[in-house]
Nanobody, 118 residues
Framework: QVQLVESGGGLVQAGGSLRLSCAAS????????MGWFRQAPGKEREFVAA????????VYLDSVKGRFTISRDNAKNSVFLQMNSLKPEDTAVYYC???????????WGQGTQVTVAS
């Protein structure tokens, strides 16, 4: 049974930092794309960042470029999201996701709340 478990969310003042972690179990994702999404109240879920394994690159939502950094530790089967210079508009539930093929993201975590106070 595949599970993705996020941690590291919380309440932070604007300008602060948080580091989200996502630990995968049930199978290895070392050769797969992994990413982060978020959903703010009343809004649709949006893509935040991903590591594209086949291309060896990272991609980001424009509004987080230069502030957020995605990384992974294959030995721990984990992916991380370092979030700096946080803004109130970053407030959302953040979800980890993994993709085992092309197309849709196949596995999702339960989400972790990030709240940025102004």
């Amino acid at each position: 049974q595949v599970q993705l478990v996020e941690s590291g969310g919380g309440l932070v003042q604007a300008g602060g930092s948080l580091r989200l972690s996502c630990a995968a179990s049930g199978r290895s994702f070392s050769r797969n794309d992994m990413g982060w999404f978020r959903q703010a109240p009343g809004k649709e879920r949006e893509f935040v960042a991903a590591i594209i394994w086949g291309l060896g690159k990272t991609v980001y939502l424009d509004s987080v470029k230069g502030r957020f950094t995605i990384s992974r530790d294959n030995a721990k089967n984990s992916v991380f999201l370092q979030m700096n210079s946080l803004k109130p508009e970053d407030t959302a539930v953040y979800y980890c996701a993994a993709k085992i093929g092309g197309g849709n993201w196949d596995y999702w975590g339960q989400g972790t709340q990030v709240t940025v106070a102004s």
